[in-house]
């Protein structure tokens, strides 16, 4: 075999060291991820954010050279995964389908969904919808991924066409079965969202910031995904790099929550920033009003609060035991049964759900409702109830 054969075949044109190849492999990814978090998910699927029309239609391209997926597409189904979280309608939920078959089979749900063309032209309004689009990118999408093995074999080899397949397998992998797959089944929690996300790390960087999963299902439309000071979104970074260069414009963030002192009643302010922050409110009752009353049952038994209490059970006090099995749901509504006052605190959480939850435009309803639950747990006689009631009260959206 010729030598400038076995030359191209183990180096390509680019001829490029073992270093530099795992460097342009890094970096080709992580625009891959930038594409699919940035573009497909904050600006295409929630609108969170608008990018400027060349760095939009680059983001567009690069995920069809790279992924062969169809924005239309992706965008519908990920919003129906928002709007039929934890169903047997929402295309790739652990709740439904278990942990295994989603993290390891989840390019396959992808696949099933994409077929619901119903749900594609219900959820997937808005896509674009372009020349490109019709006659190219839609038509033609595993045209890119064939490009892209061309492209990678002719600059890189051999070792080009492993890049390649590794660069295959990179969103299926970290998307389709890391975010959507142990992001709903193992991790932190910062909010009582009504479903079983969870934030992988505090830190979001190796898959653009969606490792903040929790987050993001507490606030939808939100560009930015950290909450907390101490969580860090590279995507959020590198879409505020972009707003500086004129080449980004967020559109929606989380509200932030203010707490105003001394008022005596709640008023059409509490109710406007509790129901932009109900998962804040939520878990500001699991944290001040349930666990030191559990606490204090556990220290009134002389025991540890696990042994009184299992951990997925005591996660259960917080939604009604929705994700437990028959049986630890019946285990934990005797345990709340025989002990009055955690079944009165659980009660309150609940009545306090339903003002926040309830369907329907009658604000004015609404606050009478949150008026009369805030005097009630006022005179419960339960201290730590008194103090989340006037802290509740408090609530508004920081200006």
């Given at each position: 075999?010729?030598?400038?054969?076995?030359?191209f075949l183990?180096?390509?044109v680019a001829?490029l060291?073992?270093?530099g190849?795992?460097l342009?492999?890094?970096?080709?990814?992580?625009?891959?991820?930038?594409?699919v978090?940035?573009?497909?998910?904050?600006?295409?699927?929630?609108?969170g954010?608008?990018?400027?029309?060349?760095?939009?239609h680059?983001?567009r391209f690069w995920?069809?050279?790279t992924?062969s997926m169809?924005t239309?597409?992706w965008?519908?189904?990920?919003r129906?995964?928002?709007a039929?979280?934890?169903?047997?309608?929402?295309?790739?939920?652990p709740?439904?389908?278990?942990?295994a078959?989603?993290?390891?089979q989840g390019?396959?749900?992808?696949?099933?969904?994409?077929n619901?063309?119903?749900?594609?032209?219900q959820y997937?309004?808005g896509a674009?919808d372009?020349?490109?689009?019709?006659?190219?990118?839609t038509?033609?999408?595993n045209?890119g991924?064939t490009?892209?093995?061309?492209?990678?074999?002719a600059l890189f080899?051999?070792?080009?066409?492993?890049m390649?397949?590794?660069q295959m397998?990179?969103?299926?992998?970290?998307?389709?079965g890391?975010?959507n797959?142990l992001g709903?089944?193992?991790?932190y929690?910062?909010?009582e969202?009504a479903?079983t996300?969870?934030?992988l790390?505090?830190?979001?960087?190796?898959?653009g910031?969606?490792?903040?999963h929790?987050?993001?299902?507490?606030?939808p439309s939100s560009?930015?995904?950290?909450?907390r000071?101490?969580?860090?979104?590279i995507?959020?970074?590198?879409?505020k790099?972009?707003?500086?260069l004129?080449?980004?414009?967020?559109?929606?963030v989380?509200?932030?929550?203010d707490?105003?002192p001394?008022?005596?009643?709640?008023?059409?302010e509490?109710l406007r920033?509790l129901?932009?922050?109900?998962?804040?409110?939520?878990t500001d009752y699991k944290?001040?009003v349930?666990?030191?009353a559990l606490?204090?049952e556990?220290?009134?038994a002389?025991a540890?609060l696990?042994?009184l209490l299992?951990?997925?059970?005591?996660?259960?006090l917080v939604?009604d035991?929705?994700?437990?099995?028959?049986d630890?749901?019946?285990?934990?509504?005797?345990?709340v049964?025989?002990r009055?006052?955690?079944r009165a605190l659980?009660e309150y959480r609940v009545?306090l759900?339903?003002?926040?939850e309830?369907r329907?435009n009658?604000?004015a309803?609404?606050l009478?409702?949150l008026?009369?639950?805030?005097?009630e747990?006022?005179?419960s006689g339960?201290?730590a109830?008194q103090?989340?009631a006037a802290?509740?009260?408090?609530?508004?959206?920081?200006?």
């Amino acid at each position: 075999m010729p030598d400038a054969l076995i030359s191209f075949l183990t180096s390509g044109v680019a001829g490029l060291g073992w270093g530099g190849l795992l460097l342009v492999l890094l970096v080709m990814t992580q625009l891959t991820i930038f594409s699919v978090t940035l573009y497909l998910h904050r600006s295409q699927a929630h609108r969170g954010v608008d990018f400027h029309p060349v760095v939009a239609h680059f983001f567009r391209f690069w995920t069809w050279l790279t992924t062969s997926m169809i924005t239309r597409e992706w965008v519908a189904i990920h919003r129906k995964h928002h709007a039929k979280v934890e169903t047997e309608e929402d295309p790739h939920s652990p709740q439904t389908y278990g942990i295994a078959k989603v993290f390891w089979q989840g390019v396959e749900l992808y696949r099933e969904a994409r077929n619901d063309r119903a749900s594609i032209e219900q959820y997937g309004k808005g896509a674009p919808d372009d020349w490109i689009e019709r006659h190219l990118y839609t038509p033609h999408a595993n045209l890119g991924p064939t490009l892209l093995l061309l492209v990678e074999f002719a600059l890189f080899g051999l070792p080009g066409v492993a890049m390649w397949a590794i660069q295959m397998a990179w969103i299926p992998f970290w998307a389709a079965g890391v975010v959507n797959g142990l992001g709903h089944w193992w991790g932190y929690r910062n909010f009582e969202s009504a479903d079983t996300s969870t934030n992988l790390t505090p830190w979001g960087v190796w898959i653009g910031g969606e490792e903040l999963h929790n987050n993001h299902h507490a606030f939808p439309s939100s560009a930015r995904f950290s909450m907390r000071r101490w969580e860090f979104d590279i995507g959020w970074a590198v879409i505020k790099g972009l707003e500086k260069l004129g080449l980004a414009k967020v559109l929606r963030v989380a509200p932030s929550l203010d707490i105003r002192p001394n008022i005596a009643v709640p008023d059409t302010e509490t109710l406007r920033a509790l129901l932009s922050h109900r998962f804040q409110a939520m878990t500001d009752y699991k944290r001040n009003v349930l666990m030191p009353a559990l606490r204090e049952e556990a220290a009134a038994a002389g025991a540890r609060l696990r042994q009184l209490l299992p951990r997925p059970l005591r996660r259960g006090l917080v939604d009604d035991g929705r994700w437990l099995e028959p049986d630890a749901r019946e285990q934990l509504r005797q345990w709340v049964e025989q002990r009055p006052r955690i079944r009165a605190l659980v009660e309150y959480r609940v009545r306090l759900a339903q003002v926040l939850e309830a369907r329907g435009n009658d604000a004015a309803e609404r606050l009478r409702q949150l008026q009369a639950w805030c005097q009630e747990a006022e005179a419960s006689g339960i201290r730590a109830l008194q103090d989340y009631a006037a802290r509740l009260k408090g609530y508004a959206l920081a200006h």
